[in-house]
């Protein structure tokens, strides 16, 4: 039977969700995935060949990926057998790939479908590969998690990963039309509401179909509002896991917003974190990295006002401190840009590697002993403020090493007026050498 529920044993008119009495029946009936289903996906052409490989099915929940997997084997004609990471183990493993060996064997292969598939060791994910190479079973693996960081490279190069997209506000609305359709009437909520109700979903599929049963059993007779919605329903936090790969997307849109001086979408990024419930001062530490890395000396007072907006925080708490990161993130977003410091920074790191133990030359010692004085030691220093320029123009590098030039300072911000300290200096510098 292709119906999970049936499969189950259970009648069809026992009581369960209105998300599993909705789910799709077959691809076609699939939303928001049209990029991997279309005649042009990688699903829709390997369902057109006829043979379809392992594979793992990337996406947030509710986006479809158990019943793609369980359409899938309909198509194509295998037997589906799902199962959970969370509550199998090896013995389950065992007896999952001898049963497909034993239907292998009478002319039926098998679909695996693996739920949370990340949450299988290495050692478990390790047992799937012989079972894969012989074609015993073809594996179909969910996950929210990035593969590329939960998976085994050995398994990971034995299936395709497919992304699946969070669906967009269209197919929440086509979800909820067939919701309506099945109920029979239009749920009782103002056009605002139905907006609301689809962006309280955030892209997913079952939990608005489950938000709908909700606002369809509260049997009220006039529309609600969104105000009334949102009173009347449990609103969940949004999707944010701060160990893993949604803590660091919206770290790296942060922080690229503010590179990229879009203050706007940096203000976006910076409420999502703090709405998923992000550390506030993990944030902050963010902030004074980008002053450092991304605007320098550009625009010297971007790190006060980073750490500033630390000190803030730690005095006002929350939910006011959180004011001052706003502060400082427009502040960082709209200061002029340079990476000069952090590429000088780089270079100086990289060449002090290269070239070791070299000792600085000696007039720029200092000689506290006859010994030292002996050995040259301070010899032929120049102190620079008794010079007409107040710069000497003498070589501090090592020797035996070629004068470097680490700091490139850009043309933005303050750096003009150190560029143009810099290019007096080397001026002096190239006379004085003559």
């Known amino acids: 039977m292709s119906d999970l529920f049936e499969a189950s044993g259970l009648h069809e008119a026992a009581p369960r969700p209105l998300a599993d009495r909705l789910r799709p029946k077959t691809l076609e009936d699939v939303v928001g995935q049209d990029h991997l289903l279309g005649p042009k996906g990688p699903l829709g052409r390997m369902l057109a060949s006829g043979h379809l490989s392992s594979l793992i099915l990337w996406g947030p929940p509710g986006t479809g990926k158990t019943t793609i997997a369980r359409l899938l084997a309909d198509r194509v004609g295998l037997h589906f057998e799902p199962m959970s990471a969370i509550f199998s183990g090896v013995a389950d493993l065992k007896k999952v790939f001898e049963a497909a060996r034993l239907r292998r064997s009478t002319g039926r292969g098998t679909l695996l479908f693996v739920d949370e598939i990340h949450r299988f060791n290495r050692s478990q994910q390790d047992s799937f590969l012989p079972f894969l190479e012989d074609g015993t079973v073809t594996l179909v693996g969910a996950t929210t998690e990035n593969p590329s960081f939960e998976l085994n490279a050995a398994l990971l190069s034995r299936a395709q990963v497919l992304v699946l997209n969070r669906l967009d506000d269209a197919a929440l609305l086509s979800l909820l039309e067939r919701a309506e359709a099945y109920l029979g009437h239009p749920l009782p909520l103002t056009e605002d509401a139905r907006a ?20 369809a059993a509260l049997g009220v007779t006039e529309p609600l509002d969104t105000a009334a919605l949102i009173a009347a329903v449990q609103r969940r936090a949004p999707l944010y896991d701060k160990g893993r790969e949604g803590h660091y997307n919206l770290v790296s849109a942060l922080h690229k917003s503010i590179r990229g001086s879009d203050c706007d979408a940096a203000l976006y990024y910076l409420a999502r974190m703090l709405a998923g419930g992000e550390d506030p001062l993990y944030i902050l530490r963010r902030l004074v990295r980008a002053a450092v890395e991304d605007i320098g000396l550009a625009d010297p007072e971007a790190v006060h006002q980073a750490l500033a907006a630390k000190d803030v925080y730690d005095f006002l708490g929350s939910p006011e401190g959180e004011l001052a990161l706003s502060q400082a993130v427009v502040y960082l977003a709209t200061a002029p840009k340079s990476n000069a410091v952090y590429k000088a920074h780089n270079g100086a790191m990289r060449s002090a590697r290269e070239t070791g133990s070299l000792n600085p030359p ?25 010079t007409a320029e107040g710069f000497s123009g003498q070589d ?24 143009k300290r810099l290019a007096y200096w080397n001026k002096l510098r190239r006379e004085k050498g003559e």
């Not at 609301?196 to 606002?215: F, I, K, P, Q, T």
């Not at 720029?364 to 032929?380: E, F, Q, S, V």
């Not at 501090?396 to 560029?419: H, K, N, T, V």
Request: aromatic content about 14%.
């Open 196 to 215: 609301s109700l689809r962006a309280m979903a955030d892209g997913d599929g079952r939990y608005v179909l489950n938000l709908a049963e909700e606002v």
């Open 396 to 419: 501090y590098f090592p020797e035996g090493m070629a004068r470097q030039s680490f700091y490139q300072p850009l043309e933005r911000g303050f750096e003009r007026d150190i560029a």
């Open 362 to 386: 000696a007039h720029i010692l200092n000689a506290p002993t006859r010994l030292m004085k002996d050995l040259g030691y301070g010899k032929g220093y120049v102190y620079d403020h008794e």
